[in-house]
């Protein structure tokens, strides 16, 4: 974890994970905090993201739309989100639903079917879970 | 109080929502993760509609700012249904110009915009332009409030709503009709140089012509040969000669290359003045009224060329009236604005003296008029007129600073413009122009420095006839030449215009070095050399070529005597 912002690690398998404290409030620091140190550890390449969500109780706007930016989508090849409530649930979906990102995003409840599916070759259009 | 914990700052928050509330946020109360969930997600569905109602607050701006980009253009624009070319809307500029409200036009076939004569080009380029092949596209005339607009076309085509074609017209009469002037006053100076240049070797000749007459004449007198020639004889030669420099005088107007000697003179007064000599040139059939204000009007001009060209008019309008009609001039003071400059090539805006001749005759169709000033061109019948006289006038009237318009309508008579800058108020002193006789000389000594040989031979017998000692050079620098080895000389007369050193640069030689009392410049034209557009300084004496013996005589004695 780094500064409340949230911890970015890549595991050996190139899938960058992010990983978000409890009560975490995603606004525009947290959010280019996170896609800085994915450009780091992804070498500006596009990679998989696995996301801890369940802690996040807010995302801002500004948040939601840096996340669905033509530029983050530069770094993300597809973004798997395990929720773990209503709240952040909801705000998962809005983040797909509303703000768009042009990368595939998934919500999960656990983290065996979010990691295999971004481990599955080819598939990756956008869609609910 | 609320059944379920927290539900009260959901439906708080909903409230405020619906209300339209901007900014409306709240935080999740914590105690149940389903309400917590739908504060989060109002909150969030909230900004949404904040961000989507100040997109829209801005887009309504911007339509409002294309809205009225759109009614505002100078741009005459009109969108059209492709399918039946009718009107779909309109800017309100396109609907001055044609002066219909743009609600009328709506719905109406676009080609009744146009001139009659326009309107199947206008349908062909509109439907070839509707069909996706547009062909090249000429200039148009619309049909304005205040006359035919003649106007550029562009478009471009949309299928949304519906297949429509979006026109741009640009009214470009203005800028046509000022090149129509820019063009026209081109071919005018081009016409100018080459009838000045024509004009000036003509003068030479005729000039030779004339001093031999002179010659043969004195010598038959004194009993010498004249050849087979009799005084009559001589006499013929002398007007044919005389007529030739008439010819070329108006010529060199023209041209605007005449030495004008410009006087202050009161525009009303010298219209008074000649108003006899007018009457004169007219049948008594056609009636001339002269309308002059009680106010003086001051203008710099050469009071000659001025009624030169008064003669002129007058004598039009006549020819044109023919037995019966009316013939009015008239004098005014007019100040031209920015805007009149704008629409007439070369004129600058300021005070004007306004004298119009005007008569009720024949007029001209457009392409006389086009015609008009241009020299030699004449609807009068062979003998009737040379076609120099309106050449004239426009070129006395470009010297004297002014412009001149014509306006003429077949069967209904014409009107001629003359403007002439006013003079400022004070009046200028003028210099005395005393007629000096021709006195015997005595013995003094002339250089006489011309490249025509011919001529500068009999210009020298000319001038030892009466008495001169003269002696002669081909140009300037034979003349200095000459001079180095002599003291001094009463005069030189020199032409201006010469191979190796011209007359102006030999006589400021010749009065630095203290080599001569006085200098004559005679020249078929002034090249500028010695005036300035034409125009003499004061003590510059000047005798324009061709000159009879008894005019280059008195202009020796002015220019002695003017010393």
Redesign the interface.
């Known amino acids: 974890m780094a500064d409340g912002r949230g911890e970015v690690t890549m595991g050996e398998d190139g899938i960058v994970r992010i990983v978000n404290p409890p009560g975490q409030r995603l606004g525009v620091a947290e959010i280019n905090y996170m896609m800085a140190e994915q450009r780091r550890l992804g070498e500006g390449r596009k990679v998989p993201v696995l996301i801890d969500g369940r802690g996040v ?5 500004e948040a ?1 739309q840096i996340g669905a930016s033509p530029e983050y989508a530069g770094l993300t090849s597809r973004m798997a989100i395990v929720v773990g ?3 952040s ?3 998962g979906t ?1 983040f797909f639903r ?1 703000a768009r990102p042009s990368f595939p995003v998934r919500l999960f409840s656990d983290f065996e079917s979010a990691l295999a599916w971004l481990r599955s070759p080819g598939e990756g259009t956008p869609g609910a879970t | 109080m609320s059944a379920t914990p927290g539900i009260d700052v959901v439906l708080d928050l909903l409230t405020r929502i619906a209300s339209g509330e901007e900014g409306a946020r709240a935080d999740p109360p914590g105690q149940d993760p389903v309400i917590d969930a739908l504060v989060v997600g109002l909150t969030m569905l909230a900004e949404e509609l904040d961000d989507e109602r100040r997109r829209r607050t801005a887009a309504e701006a911007l339509l409002d700012d294309e809205r009225d980009a759109y009614a505002r253009s100078p741009g005459l624009l009109c969108s059209i249904d492709a399918a039946t070319l009718s009107i779909v809307k309109c800017n309100d500029t396109l609907a001055r110009a044609v002066g219909v409200a743009a609600a009328e036009l709506v719905g109406r076939p676009v080609a009744g915009l146009f001139r009659e004569s326009d309107q199947e080009p206008a349908q062909r380029v509109l439907r070839a332009a509707a069909a996706g092949s547009p062909n090249a596209i000429p200039e148009l005339h619309l049909r304005g409030a205040t006359g035919d607009l003649r106007v550029t076309t562009a478009f471009s085509r949309t299928d949304a709503p519906s297949p429509r074609l979006r026109v741009v017209w640009t009214d470009v009469t203005q800028e046509r009709v000022l090149e129509g002037h820019l063009l026209q006053a081109q071919k005018m100076q081009a016409v100018g140089r080459l009838s000045g240049g024509v004009a000036h070797d003509f003068n030479n000749i005729l000039a030779i012509i004339l001093a031999s007459v002179s010659l043969l004449r004195e010598s038959a007198g004194q009993g010498g040969a004249a050849g087979s020639l009799g005084d009559a004889d001589l006499g013929d030669i002398e007007q044919a000669a005389r007529r030739g420099a008439d010819l070329t005088g108006q010529l060199l107007a023209f041209s605007r290359q005449h030495v004008a000697q410009p006087k202050r003179l009161e525009l009303g007064g010298l219209v008074r003045d000649v108003d006899r000599m007018l009457r004169r040139l007219i049948p008594e059939g056609i009636a001339v009224s002269i309308v002059v204000p009680d106010a003086s009007l001051f203008v710099t001009a050469d009071p000659t060329q001025i009624t030169q060209v008064l003669i002129n008019l007058v004598v039009n309008a006549r020819d044109a009236v023919s037995e019966r009609g009316r013939i009015l001039i008239e004098v005014d003071r007019v100040d031209l604005d920015e805007a009149y400059a704008s629409k007439h090539f070369d004129v600058v805006p300021g005070h004007y003296a306004l004298v119009s001749v005007s008569d009720d005759g024949s007029g001209m169709s457009a392409d006389v008029l086009a015609q008009a000033f241009e020299p030699f061109f004449t609807t009068k019948s062979p003998g009737e007129g040379t076609g120099l006289g309106l050449s004239v006038c426009y070129g006395i009237v470009r010297q004297a600073g002014g412009h001149i318009l014509l306006y003429s309508e077949p069967g209904q008579g014409t009107a001629v413009k003359v403007y002439l800058p006013l003079a400022e108020q004070d009046p200028a002193p003028q210099p005395s122009v005393a007629k000096a006789p021709v006195a015997a000389p005595a013995r003094e000594v002339v250089l006489l420095v011309e490249d025509e040989a011919a001529l500068r031979k009999l210009t020298a017998r000319l001038l030892e006839r009466a008495g001169y000692e003269v002696v002669g050079a081909a140009n300037g620098l034979e003349a200095l030449e000459l001079m180095s080895r002599r003291a001094s000389v009463d005069i030189v007369i020199t032409d201006v215009v010469m191979p190796k050193l011209g007359g102006r640069a030999l006589v400021d030689q010749l009065f630095r070095d203290g080599k001569t009392r006085a200098a004559l410049y005679v020249s078929g034209y002034t090249a500028n050399s010695i005036a300035h557009h034409g125009v003499l300084a004061e003590g510059v004496h000047f005798l324009a070529k061709p000159f009879t013996a008894d005019q280059l005589l008195r202009a020796v004695r002015a220019a002695l005597g003017g010393e």
């Not at chain 1, 109780?57 to 706007?61: D, E, F, G, H, R």
């Open positions: 109780v807010s995302m801002s706007k939601r409530g209503p709240v649930a909801m705000i809005f509303v």
